[in-house]
C-alpha cells in the first residue's frame, strides 16, 4: 500500500462544532439524535454559550435523552437571579453553576469522555478565551454569560462574558484542537427574521443574532458538513418551544446524513 492509500485510508478526526443561541441551543439535540442513530460519535468537541453547555453535558457522558430532559424542562427561575448587589449586569448567574453540578457533575475539563473547549471573551481586553482546563460549570457560566444582562465570571483573574462576543461558531477551535472532518451547527440568524420582538430581551437577542450571523458566513466555508437548523422564527428567551426546535434541529441534520454517509465512508 503506497502513503497516499494509507492517508486516503485514515480515519478522519470527527470535530463537532455547536454554536450560541440562548434557548435556540435545544435544537442542538436533535443534531446529536440523529448523528447518535447513524453511529457518528465526535472525537473533539467546541461549543459556544448554548453549544457550550450542550456540548459539555454531552462530553460528560450525560445521556442524550437526559440532557433532552435538562432542556425541556429548564425555565429562566432556575438558572437567574435579580442582580440587587452588583452594577454590572440584571441577573445573578450563579443558579446557572448549580445547575450544571447538579446535571452535569461537579467535573474538570480532564474528567470528560471526549475532549472539549468553551469559548468566552475577556471583557477587559476583548479577547477570545479558551476554555478547557479547571472545572467545567464556571466555564460554561462563563461562555453563556450575555454581557449586561447576566454576571460576568472570574476564572484565572480574567472578567469572562458569553463568547458569542468574539466566536459564536467556534469551527476554528475544533480544527485546533485536531479534528480533521468538522461538522458544524450554525444557530444563528442569517437575517433580520422579521418577527416582532416580544420584550427588550427578545429585541436585544435579535440585535445580537444580526451582529453574529456575519462572522458566522466565513466560518460557514470551513465546515465539510454545515447544518443550519430553522430555528429563526422562534424566540431565544422562551423554553416553551424548546421541543420544536429539537425538532428543526433533527429535520436540518436528516437533510444532510446522505452527504455525512459519503464522506464518512458509513454503510446503512
Not at 237 to 246: I, N, R, V
Request: charged residues 20%.
Amino acid at each position: 500500500m503506497s502513503i497516499f492509500d494509507f492517508l486516503r485510508k485514515k480515519k478522519p478526526v470527527i470535530g463537532l462544532a455547536l454554536s450560541g443561541g440562548s434557548t435556540r441551543g435545544a435544537a442542538h439535540l436533535g443534531v446529536l439524535k440523529v448523528l447518535e442513530r447513524e453511529g457518528i460519535r465526535p472525537d473533539i468537541v467546541a461549543g459556544t454559550s448554548a453549544g457550550a453547555l450542550v456540548g459539555a453535558a454531552y462530553c460528560a457522558g450525560v445521556p442524550l435523552d437526559e440532557i433532552t430532559r435538562m432542556f425541556l424542562t429548564m425555565s429562566w427561575p432556575t438558572l437567574l437571579k435579580p442582580n440587587l448587589n452588583r452594577p454590572l449586569s440584571l441577573f445573578d448567574t450563579s443558579p446557572m453553576e448549580e445547575y450544571i453540578r447538579k446535571n452535569i457533575g461537579d467535573c474538570e475539563f480532564k474528567d470528560l469522555q471526549i475532549p472539549f473547549a468553551a469559548i468566552a471573551c475577556d471583557i477587559m481586553t476583548g479577547e477570545r478565551i479558551v476554555l478547557d482546563k479547571g472545572h467545567l460549570a464556571p466555564a460554561i457560566r462563563a461562555s453563556a454569560s450575555i454581557p449586561g444582562l447576566f454576571s460576568p465570571v472570574e476564572i484565572d483573574g480574567r472578567l469572562l462574558v458569553d463568547g458569542g462576543t468574539v466566536d459564536n461558531f467556534p469551527v476554528e477551535q475544533a480544527k485546533a484542537m485536531g479534528a480533521t472532518y468538522i461538522i458544524g451547527v450554525n444557530l444563528s440568524k442569517s437575517q433580520a427574521s422579521g418577527r416582532r420582538p416580544t420584550n427588550p430581551f427578545d429585541m436585544f437577542m435579535d440585535m445580537v443574532n444580526i451582529m453574529q450571523a456575519r462572522s458566522a458566513v466565513a466560518d460557514a466555508s470551513e465546515c465539510d458538513c454545515y447544518i443550519r437548523p430553522e430555528v429563526s422564527m422562534y424566540s431565544s428567551w422562551t423554553f416553551g418551544e424548546a421541543d420544536k426546535m429539537l425538532e428543526a434541529g433533527v429535520a436540518a441534520t436528516e437533510a444532510v446524513v446522505p452527504q455525512l454517509r459519503k464522506d464518512l465512508k458509513l454503510i446503512k
